[in-house]
Nanobody, 122 residues
Framework: QVQLVESGGGLVQAGGSLRLSCAASGLTVSRYTTAWFRQAPGKERDFVAGMRWSGRTDYTDSVKGRFTISRDSAKNTVYLQMNSLKPDDTAVYYC????????????????WGQGTQVTVSS
């Protein structure tokens, strides 16, 4: 049984930082494409950052230079380091895992976590 469990969300002031974690069980993160998506109230779930099994990463334009996706194979965990946070980053953040290379497409992902809330105050 595959489980993805996110943690690390919270309330932070604009300009601050948070690191989200996604602990995986039932699959090996280094053999999957993994990603972070986010969903703000009343909006669709949007791609934020992704990492292919090869280690190649992609980011949506609005977070480039501020967010970094990484993984720790020993801990079987994927991370999202978020710096210089803005109020527009406020959303529920979801971790996802799947097979394929089109990292920004939601349909690629077979497994999703339950989400963690990130709130950035101005």
């Amino acid at each position: 049984q595959v489980q993805l469990v996110e943690s690390g969300g919270g309330l932070v002031q604009a300009g601050g930082s948070l690191r989200l974690s996604c602990a995986a069980s039932g699959l090996t993160v280094s053999r999957y494409t993994t990603a972070w998506f986010r969903q703000a109230p009343g909006k669709e779930r949007d791609f934020v950052a992704g990492m292919r099994w090869s280690g190649r990463t992609d980011y949506t334009d609005s977070v480039k230079g501020r967010f970094t996706i990484s993984r720790d194979s020993a801990k079987n965990t994927v991370y999202l380091q978020m710096n210089s946070l803005k109020p527009d980053d406020t959303a529920v953040y979801y971790c996802a895992a799947g097979v394929g290379t089109l990292v920004a497409g939601r349909t690629l992902y077979d497994y999703w976590g339950q989400g963690t809330q990130v709130t950035v105050s101005s």
